[in-house]
């Protein structure tokens, strides 16, 4: 579920520049190890 909705807040932010932390949030890797993203101990963000 936060998958989606961090998906969905990356899409809203216009003009994203290369050196962007959100740049680094790839779909095919876990959320947990995106910039700006921290998880708790059961993955939960």
């Known amino acids: 579920m936060d998958y989606e909705a ?3 807040f990356k899409s809203q932010i216009s003009q ?3 050196s962007s932390p959100l740049s680094y ?3 095919s890797s ?3 190890t995106w910039p700006g993203v921290i998880c ?6």
């Open 30 to 32: 876990s959320p947990c």
């Open 6 to 8: 961090l998906m969905s």
């Open 40 to 45: 708790n101990n059961f993955g939960n963000r």
């Open 25 to 27: 949030w790839n779909p």
């Open 16 to 18: 994203e520049s290369p």
